[in-house]
Structure formats: C-alpha cells, structure tokens
C-alpha cells in the first residue's frame, strides 16, 4: 500500500503532466511509466553487469537516469537523446546476454515510444523526476524500491477512473486477487490472459505465489487481501525461480500502448523476460509472429481474464481453424464462417482451446453468456457441461465495473476434460461430464456499488465467504457444499497504523541510545518496507486510536509536569515581590507575572518548534497530536502557577527546585509523540473464520442432468416398477433404457417429461445463478400460510386463463 504522502505526490506528477497538455489519460500513464521505467532500467543493468554481461549504456552513459537527473528541465535530452536509444535498446545487447533478464522478450516493443512533453515544459519535467526520485526516498535500494514502484504504477491505472480522466476499463484488483485464489496455482504452471491489458492478472498470480509459499509471521494482509511482506522464503530455488520467470506469465492485448504499459508493468514487478505482446488473440495467426507460438493449442495450465464485453468481430479477420471456432455449417457456403462473431463468445472457445487437460479457467463474462439462447450461446454451454466442467458460476452484484460499466456479471469458472481432437457431437446418449454446478451469489463485494466505488473496509464481503465455500465444494463435493450453508465466513478486521522509513534513520531519530526499537529478529530484509508502529517500537498498542489516547496521557501528564516545573522560578520571583509588598493587588500581581514569564515562555516555544524535525514533514498526525499537547501543556502549567501567583493568601506555592533541562526533556516528549507518525491501514486476519448467521443460503447446488419421476415405469421383465428407488435414486436400467430410446428428437430438441423440469439440462443449459436460487418460504413477509398463499396463486391463475379464454371467444367472434 503506498502511504498518502507518496499518493499525494504521485496525483500532483499526474496532474502536473494534465496541465502541460497530456489530457489522453492513457498517454499519460504511458509518458509517466516511461520514467519508471528508465530509472527501473538502472538498476536491471547493474544486476546485469553484476552476472557478467556489458552494460547496456556503453557509449551511451547520458542515457542513465542519473545523468537524466542532471538534465532534468532540459526534455530535449530525453526527446534527442534518451528516447531515440530507447527505441533501439535491443541493438544494445545480444540476445545471449538477455536470456534470464527482464529485457528478453524487449523484442523491438519500444521502436515507437516517444516522450510526448513539450519540449518547453522544463520545469514539468523537473518537478516530474524529482518527484519520482522522492518516490523511492524512503525506500532505500532492493525489494521495497521495487515495490513501490509496482504499487505507484497500478495507483496510476487505478486514478484512470477518477472524474474527469475517462479511464480504460479495468478490472477491480481485489476481483483478479479473488479470481487467481479460486485456481491457486502452484509454482511453473503457465498461466495466460488473451486480453490482457496492463498485465493485473498476470501480475497477481505472481503476487499471490509469493503470498502461498511466504513465512505466515511476515505475511500481512490488508482488508481487501492485498498482500505485504511477501518472502517466498518457503518456496524452493526451483520454486522461487519459476514465480518469476516471465515464460509462466503469458498476455496478449490488441492495443500496442497497452501491451507495452503492461510489459513495463510487469517489469516493474519484479517479473522476469515477461511474454506480454501486442496481437489480437481472435484474429488470424501469422506464423512468423512470436504471438502465434503463444497461442498453440493445450499448453496453458491456467486461463485468468476478464475479455471485452458485448463486442463483435469481423468474420473475416477470425482464426479460421475449424478446431477452435465451431462452423456455421458443416457445408455450403458457411462452411467457412464461424457459428457466431461476438467476442465474448469467441474468448471462451479461445481459452478452451489453450488449456491442457485439466486446465483450469476463471473468467468473467457478461450475463448474457450463461442464458443467451442463440444457436453459439447454447453450444457454448453445452459444450462446457458436456465434454468439460463447470465448476462454479458466481454472480457478480451490478455495480462492481462501476463507473465503466453497468452490465451484469458472473465468474465462470471450468476445468477442460476434452481434448480438442477428441471432440464429440452431442447426442445426449453420453452423461455430461459435469453432474453439479455450483453457484455463488456475491452481494457485497467490500466497496460501494455506486459510481464512486468507495471502499468499506471491515464491513461485509462476500467474496471472503464465496473463497471458503468454493473451497469445501471442490474438496467435500455437493454435501460438504451444502453444510452450513446459512452461515457467512468472514475473517477477523483491525486497524494499524504504518510508516514506511529507512529503519536505521528512524531508530537514530525516535529511539534514544540504549532504546529497543523494532521486535522483529531480522529488519535488514525489511528494511524500507512498511511496518507498524507497535512494531517498531515496542509497548505501544496495535490500535492507533489506543496508542494515541496512551500517549497523549503519558506524554501530556508529562508535559503539564514540566510547564510547572520550568515556570516555577518564574512564580517565586512574583511572590517574592508579594512577600515584600503584601499590599499588591491581584491586577498588580498578573502584570508582573506576565513580564516574569516572557522570557522564559520564548525558550519554551522555541524548543517545542526545534523538535519538529523528529515528525514526518508531510501528512504527520502525530505532529497535529504534538502541537495540541504543548498547547494544552502550557495552558495548564501556566494557570496552575498563575492561580498561586493572584492568589498568595489561600493557594500554597511548592517549591519545585531547580528549573528541568527543559530542551532535553521536551526533545524526549517529542520522540514518544512522534513514533505515533504514519497513515492508518485496515487489515484482515489469513484465516476466514469468523462465522455469522445468514437468513438465505448464498449459494446453491443444481444438478445438469437429473432424470423427472415416472412410478408407471416398469422394466422389460417385470421387476422393477418406477424409475426410482426407495432412496429416490435413478435406476440406472431406467437411465439405460430411455437413452436407448433417444433423449433428443430428431430436430435435437429434448423429449418431454424424461428430465427434471429444474436441472440444467431442461432449461437450455442456462446457467444464470438466479435461474436456480432456492425460494426461502421463511423470508415471505405475510400473516398468510404458505399453503393459503399457493391457494390464492391458483386462484388467480384461473381468473387469468378464463379471462384468456373470454378474450379468445370475442377474436373468433364466438361472443
């Protein structure tokens, strides 16, 4: 998470970049990611260097961001300079010495980037690359640099959906997170995105391998599972190599400034010679494009995207293998065309086609997929159901693609049992290969579902539940998905408070010698990370509204102390004056208290403002907490002395001794103050255990074929008589038997009264969630029973047929 001072610098750099004419929201994510990405490009090449090979900037040091920083109001440099060598980076090394870097699969991807700023906006670009540089200030070198650096370019994608910057559609990242965690992939698997835009999937499935094989003490999760201190220190050599290695992690997207933003986005992960391109994954394949190998059939272990929604696509520009998309027809004329030209349609026979057997595919997809009912959208479903399976539907609640779009949504989630040679015609002679679909109903999904999307962190998410109960249904089946099926599974939420600092400078700055600082063991690895305040100094509570009100009390007594002690001196000196001249008057007395304490109150203020300097110099709360302590500090002091002081007959003055050292003691009062500095953060528990009650179950199990009742059936020798045992089980020489009659006429429609009316099967392979929602008769809201409510239902179905039956006599003029 970046801290808000970072998020405020990274907004004044966008806005920065808006002003001086880059009003395309996505050019100018692409001119700020480019400076990302040359000062990334550094440090790549030192690491290079440090393996053997040369540097990338032989005969071109003026390229390196450092020497960028000393030409930084002159965007000349980078426009004559930079880029023009930027453009041709991969003549700069050999492919040999690429092998294994981030700069592998470069592949001629910056031949047209150009830095797009006015050549006479020098203090933009200035105040662009200081800003980068105080970036990463505090992050020091290593991982938390690099962190950072991931983290500030998805806040950039993410600010593309504010007001007014018209942004690219994006999927929410705790959606990706929910959606990588339902496959759980392991190390070396291949996962691919064919529509993948800025890379968020590929880049969290790295990030959730990380997640998987971490140290579980290190781990820490915000609320929204966002994951920190990611170690991998369980993953072995082999394992560690192949989370990072970008052969695993394969996208493609249409646009060429996507795909590059995407490249450099992984890049900026910490991903390894990344395979994201620029092709369109549905149009027809150039053999001598590196896209094309991407694309071979059954080599994916995991398919994660979210494609376009509601679009079509030329027919003439389509993939014309055969094996991929199905034909309008098997001759004539559309023998050549596929069954259907909509892009949600064609991305999922795509996805099929990539995964091998066993693959698994979490994908979302407009509602219209699960219940459309042209020929393409029936085949579709039958083709999952049948020669595959579905393992689960989750429906999306509408608002959760909010401000780009209100269209309805599910996950889809199937595993690939069928390989494409081995394809069947469907007959219905053959059971489907998937018995149950698992649906899921997400309501709350932990932001608002308005327009703004504002998070509400701590509060009710589904997908926390849904994680869970996906869980138990792919380990335990249909029953273990149907136990506690009312109870919501959540997981703990508190809040902390943060700070991200080198931690030497913040132990030299807050933690006198001799001072614990820190309880962890081991600090260098996470040195320029973000830890919690209870953390780095120990005795202070986790909660921050705690350790404020304990300093605060602490710190205030403290101070109200010293104000007494400091200003005692200054109180004698008037009494004294009283003793002499006991005449005096109260007015007398307040006059010469006031001149008494002029000096001294001046030292006490400057001392209070030099110690400023231990506070954070932007957005410190604790500073706020200071400045009110040493003002309530002093007030009480003050008034405590100044009562004795109007007042010498009745309130008895205490000697205090000599005065305190008053900077020493105020710079100890600002140390204990000052830890209290950095920005609140609301994080979850790993474990999804905390289990309240629901009035409705949330999810639901629905057979695809399950055979209707028939108790006058009998069997050809007489001794079974219905279709069903006494345990309501199919027989199966009944199943048998009606399969050799046909399930399916010849027209392919399905014959009447073989199948439950409520499976899959009956109802045209429709897999809407809210198609098979069980109806709770607990949550009727009536004073009626629910046997006198059918009653009056059928009531008043037989008003409407008679009234049906009155309207047809007068059309035929029989009334």
């Not at 540097?55 to 920083?69: D, L």
């Not at 990463?136 to 007001?163: C, H, K, N, P, V």
């Not at 009650?693 to 695809?704: Q, R, T, Y």
């Not at 099967?761 to 009536?782: C, H, I, M, V």
Request: net charge negative.
């Amino acid at each position: 998470m970046l801290a808000p001072h970072i998020k405020k610098k990274v907004d004044e750099l966008w806005n920065r970049f808006w002003a001086a004419g880059l009003t395309n929201p996505l050019v100018a994510v692409e001119q700020i990611t480019y400076l990302l990405f040359l000062k990334r490009l550094e440090d790549i090449d030192l690491k290079r260097q440090q393996r053997g090979f040369p540097s990338i900037y032989f005969g071109h040091e003026t390229c390196k961001w450092s020497y960028i920083r000393q030409e930084k109001t002159n965007p000349g440099h980078l426009i004559n300079v930079v880029f023009p060598w930027l453009r041709e980076l991969d003549k700069h090394f050999t492919g040999a010495s690429a092998d294994g870097t981030e700069l592998a699969s470069l592949n001629n991807r910056m031949a047209d980037a150009y830095f797009q700023l006015d050549p006479n906006k020098g203090k933009v670009l200035s105040d662009a690359i200081d800003a980068i540089d105080q970036l990463f200030a505090r992050a020091g070198e290593g991982s938390a640099a690099q962190d950072i650096m991931g983290d500030t370019f998805e806040y950039l994608l993410s600010e593309m959906a504010t007001a007014g910057k018209n942004g690219q559609f994006r999927t929410p990242r705790h959606l990706i997170r929910f959606m990588v965690e339902l496959l759980d992939p392991e190390p070396g698997q291949r996962i691919i995105d064919p529509a993948a835009g800025t890379g968020g999937f590929l880049f969290s499935t790295q990030q959730y391998l990380m997640r998987k094989y971490s140290t579980p003490e290190n781990l820490v999760l915000e609320w929204d599972g966002t994951p920190h201190r990611t170690d991998g220190a369980a993953a072995t050599p082999e394992q560690y190599a192949a989370i990072h290695q970008g052969a695993n992690f394969v996208g493609l997207d249409n646009d060429r400034t996507m795909a590059r933003i995407g490249w450099m986005n992984l890049v900026l992960h910490d991903i390894h010679d990344p395979h994201l391109y620029q092709a369109d994954s549905l149009s027809k394949r150039d053999p001598s494009k590196r896209s094309t190998e991407l694309l071979t059939s059954e080599c994916y272990d995991f398919v994660l995207a979210n494609p376009p929604f509601t679009g079509t696509v030329d027919s003439n520009d389509l993939e014309k293998d055969s094996k991929l998309f199905p034909r309008a027809a098997d001759k004539g004329k559309k023998k050549e065309n596929a069954l259907t030209n909509k892009s949600e349609l064609l991305f999922l026979w795509l996805m099929l086609d990539l995964l091998r057997v066993g693959g698994r595919c979490a994908v979302i997809i407009p509602e219209g997929v699960l219940f459309g009912n042209t020929d393409a959208h029936v085949r579709l479903r039958r083709e999952l159901l049948t020669e595959h399976v579905v393992e689960g539907v989750i429906s999306l609640p509408g608002g959760v693609f909010q401000p780009y779009t209100g269209v309805k949504t599910s996950i889809l989630v199937f595993r690939k049992e069928t390989r494409r040679d081995d394809k069947q015609t469907f007959t219905g002679s053959v059971a489907p290969r998937t018995e149950y679909v698992w649906f899921y109903e997400v309501e709350e999904d932990g932001y608002s579902l308005d327009a703004k999307r504002n998070p509400r962190p701590g509060q009710r998410n589904d997908l926390w539940d849904g994680l869970e109960k996906f869980k138990r249904w792919r380990t335990h089946g249909r029953e273990g998905a149907l136990r506690n099926e009312k109870t919501l599974l959540q997981p703990r939420y508190w809040a902390e408070r943060w700070r991200q600092a080198l931690l030497r400078d913040t132990a030299d700055k807050l933690t006198p010698a001799g001072e614990a600082f820190s309880s962890s063991p081991d600090t260098n690895m996470w040195d320029g990370q973000v830890w919690s305040i209870h953390e780095l100094f120990p005795g202070l509570p986790s909660d921050p509204k705690e350790a404020e009100s304990t300093v605060r009390q602490d710190v205030g007594t403290t101070l109200r102390n010293l104000v007494i002690g400091y200003f005692a001196a200054a109180a004698k000196s008037v009494l004294d004056q009283w003793q002499a001249d006991q005449a005096m008057t109260k007015e007398q007395l307040l006059s010469q208290w006031q001149k008494a304490i002029k000096l001294p109150l001046q030292e006490f203020n400057r001392a209070t403002k030099n110690v400023q300097c231990f506070f954070e110099p932007e957005d410190s709360p604790a500073l706020a907490i200071w400045k009110d302590l040493t003002k309530n500090g002093l007030a009480d002091g003050l008034d405590y002395h100044k009562n004795a002081v109007i007042n010498p007959k009745t309130v008895p003055f205490l000697n205090y001794g000599s005065p305190p050292d008053i900077i020493k003691r105020i710079e100890i009062c600002a140390r204990e103050v000052a830890k209290l500095d950095g920005f609140d953060v609301n994080l979850r528990s790993l474990a999804v255990d905390q289990a309240a009650e629901l009035k409705a179950a949330k999810h639901w199990v629905v057979p695809v074929r399950a055979w209707a009742r028939n108790d006058k059936w009998e069997s050809d020798d007489g001794k079974l008589i219905g279709s069903h045992d006494a345990d309501g089980l199919v027989r199966p020489t009944y199943v048998k038997a009606m399969l050799a009659n046909g399930l399916y006429d010849e027209k392919g429609w399905l014959k009447d009264g073989l199948l439950d009316p409520d499976c899959i099967e009956s109802r045209n392979w429709n897999l809407s969630a809210g198609q098979y929602k069980p109806f709770d008769f607990t949550q009727l809201k009536s004073d009626k029973s629910v046997a006198e409510l059918i009653s009056e239902l059928k009531a008043t179905e037989q008003q409407i047929i008679n009234g049906l039956d009155k309207l047809l006599a007068m059309v035929e003029g029989r009334e």
